[in-house]
């Protein structure tokens, strides 16, 4: 199993910010999932983050939005750019082994006024 | 603030009967599949999986069925609790470019009446 820690649990953003959400697992993974969970709704996947390569965006979200860094094999994060209230949504980081179960992070419920 | 699972539809049961909630998936080449449950404020858990090869699988109070053909899962929960009250996902687990990834189905919500 792998535990993740996220921060910020929550927070409440202006419009036009950047908000960046940090995703720490106890033990080395090589890819690591951020999703989009808006109100409602089942879990989107946002992008697939490769240590020491570029991100991999699912359709309908782009880098400039939504930059991923992605340092070690331990870490990553998720910004998220230049904020709209419909960017509201909860983000999850997940790790997966392969063909195997995917472990969460508590998520982190953004809310943007 | 706002709970997940406001629009989902919803499974209301007395506690103590057995629960079945219903799940399609698209891809015919996937070939592992996930229940997970979400409590409110808290991220998907794991439940119980199940591969390809395989129609059904029992954990604890636990099944999960995969009916290939029509391309069906289901999760039954035998007497459900009140804990057992929280939004489901089924997930379907396909290779793609990046490495496995997970398509989640659209989730249900289950009350449990006490």
């Known amino acids: 199993s792998a535990v993740i820690s996220q921060k910020p649990s929550r927070d409440i953003c202006q419009r036009g910010t950047s908000l960046t959400i940090q995703c720490q697992v106890d033990?080395?993974?090589?890819?690591m999932f951020w999703y989009r969970q808006q109100p409602g709704q089942s879990l989107t996947l946002i992008a697939t983050?490769?240590?020491?390569?570029?991100?991999?965006?699912e359709s309908g979200f782009v880098i400039d939005k939504f930059p991923i860094s992605r340092p070690n094999l331990t870490f990553s994060t998720l910004t998220v750019s230049n904020m709209s209230p419909e960017d509201s949504s909860i983000y999850l980081c997940s790790v997966v082994a392969p063909g195997s179960e995917a472990f969460f992070g508590q998520g982190t419920r953004l809310t943007v006024v | 603030g706002e709970s997940v699972g406001l629009h989902l539809p919803t499974l209301s049961v007395q506690e103590g009967d057995n629960s079945i909630i219903n799940c399609a998936y698209s891809?015919?080449?996937?070939?592992?599949f996930i229940w997970y449950k979400q409590e409110s404020g808290k991220g998907p858990q794991f439940i119980i999986d199940?591969?390809?090869?395989?129609d059904k699988r029992q954990g604890q109070r636990v099944t999960v069925l995969l009916n290939k053909t029509v391309k069906h899962l289901s999760l039954q929960i035998a007497a459900t609790q009140p804990g057992d009250s929280a939004v489901y996902f089924c997930a379907e687990n396909t290779d793609n470019n990046a490495g496995n990834m997970l398509t989640f189905g659209g989730g249900t919500r289950l009350m449990v009446k006490p």
């Open positions: 891809n015919s080449a996937s070939d592992y």
């Open positions: 983050a490769n240590q020491g390569s570029e991100a991999t965006y």
């Open positions: 199940i591969r390809s090869n395989m």
């Open positions: 033990s080395q993974v090589t890819m």
